[in-house]
């Protein structure tokens, strides 16, 4: 018999703290097949993850016990303006080396 504490892994043995169920010993999985722990139900035969696919993710959706393939939502990059040149962060080693007319440009 396993442990499992609020949905973990199971484990042949407690660590000696409360909160810990029995949970039955893992199925035996046919050829092609994975096993998971998925709290709830326990322990899941499923198909494995189909290949990855550019711009698509899957994911398991234990409702349907299906993998559901989504599509990776892309931005687009905008291109950043060039360096005008003007200081837009300085550090405290800048400081003393500021003028009166540096401090009114900032």
Known sequence: MLYS????????????????????????VPEGKELVWWYPPGW???????PAE?????????TNEQWVRYEIQTLPVEE?????????????????ALTSSDIQAL
């Open 80 to 96: 950043a303006a060039p360096n005008s040149g003007q200081v837009t962060a300085i550090t405290s080693a800048d400081i003393p």
């Open 44 to 50: 899941v035969v499923r198909d494995p993850e189909p």
């Open 5 to 28: 504490k609020n949905g973990s892994l199971p484990k042949p043995q407690t660590d000696g703290t409360g909160g810990w169920v029995e949970v039955p010993d893992p199925p035996v």
């Open 54 to 62: 550019e711009g698509f993710v899957w994911k398991w959706n234990q």
